[in-house]
């Protein structure tokens, strides 16, 4: 589609183009719930050249799912990031090589130290790839701090949590308890070690790159609520 407007604005979380206000795809009002995150989306409307690209819309997408697609039943969207609570990556560990073993240790024990104090419960490491079942009330308290989330927090910590595969981490960043490249380098310590050993694939930096987009895009739409 052309770029049509010449004007951006916002009023009482609106976002409007030359005064016709934005409406979603399911043509509901493109309405923010805070100033900064408005200003956020409008940005990207700003910033559309002779061509509107929706892909490069992150947090214009992110707002649009929240509002037609989860503020209507938020729950199955928050069962779906709840179940990485059961397989959250930071769980398997490597067998080794040692200096590999350290790393994760380092990179992610620090989160799941957190999450023991900051939820009261208890997680099962293991090595390997193989299910390691969680105790159940692990699972259903993290669930419920996850239930507890409005449909435009759900839709941030959504590419965040699917992206580093990581439901502890997601909500340590939630809660300002890790910063967002921290949580990148966690998420990547496997990928980023095999790199080291016998250098990058481009295919991988590509899809790494993609992958980084969605995740900063998450982060930022979080860091506006």
């Known amino acids: 589609m052309k770029r049509f407007w010449k004007d951006v604005t916002v009023e009482n979380g609106q976002v409007a183009l030359d005064g016709k206000p934005v409406r979603t795809p399911g043509r509901a009002p493109l309405k923010l719930p805070t100033p900064a995150l408005a200003e956020a989306v409008a940005e990207e409307w700003r910033a559309v050249g002779e061509t509107l690209d929706p892909r490069a819309m992150?947090?214009?997408?992110?707002?649009?799912?929240?509002i037609d697609k989860i503020s209507a039943d938020p729950a199955p969207f928050a069962q779906g990031l709840a179940a990485y609570g059961e397989s959250d990556l930071l769980y398997y560990r490597a067998d080794g090589p040692e200096p590999l073993v350290a790393r994760q240790a380092e990179a992610w024990d620090p989160l799941l130290d957190w999450a023991r104090r900051r939820y009261d419960v208890h997680f099962e490491t293991a090595t390997g790839v193989i299910h390691k079942p969680q105790p159940e009330a692990t699972v259903t308290r993290l669930a419920e701090v996850v239930d507890a989330l409005d449909a435009f927090h759900i839709a941030g910590l959504s590419p965040v949590v699917t992206v580093s595969g990581s439901l502890v981490g997601g909500l340590a960043l939630l809660e300002g308890a890790v910063g967002a490249e921290t949580l990148?380098?966690?998420?990547h310590v496997d990928e980023l070690w095999q790199a080291e050993q016998w250098g990058e694939d481009m295919l991988a930096v590509q899809a790494r790159d993609a992958r980084r987009a969605d995740f900063d895009a998450g982060v930022r739409f979080l860091a506006n609520l």
Not at 58 to 66: D, E, Q, S, V
Not at 184 to 187: K, L, R, S, V
């Open 58 to 66: 992150k947090l214009t997408g992110l707002a649009n799912a929240a």
């Open 184 to 187: 990148w380098q966690a998420a």
